[in-house]
């Protein structure tokens, strides 16, 4: 792959993977926000949603955090293809390209559980 080709690639990769950071930490976010319109309707209680931030926290915001985290862009990228975050189609051939295994395999794991 020629170098221009190759730079415009990863370029594509890390933008991709901060658009999928942004769609994964929206559904995140958005379940959290039920839960305080929950709570401003007397529906839970305090302790309640302190353990439901306490949950989002430890739990989700974590593990999105830890996925995006990592050097390679491709990861979170193929995870948010596989999680259907981001559409498939939406990604341009080039990149797809680069992570057809990787999403087979997250897809792969979601089937299993």
């Not at 080709?5 to 993977?17: D, F, S």
């Not at 319109?37 to 926290?57: K, N, P, R």
């Not at 989700?60 to 979170?76: L, Y």
């Not at 995870?79 to 792969?108: C, N, R, W, Y």
Request: hydrophobic letters at 40%; a negative charge.
């Amino acid at each position: 792959m020629p170098e221009t080709t190759k730079r415009r690639v990863q370029k594509l990769l890390r933008e991709l993977a901060g658009q999928a950071w942004e769609a994964e930490m929206r559904v995140a976010l958005g379940a959290l926000a039920r839960k305080f319109e929950q709570w401003e309707a007397g529906a839970l209680s305090s302790a309640e949603l302190h353990d439901a931030i306490h949950a989002y926290h430890n739990g989700e915001a974590r593990e999105i955090w830890k996925r995006h985290s990592m050097p390679d862009p491709r990861i979170p990228l193929a995870h948010a293809v596989a999680t259907g975050v981001i559409a498939k189609e939406k990604l341009p051939s080039e990149v797809l390209e680069h992570l057809l295994t990787l999403i087979e395999l997250f897809e792969d794991q979601g089937r299993e559980g």
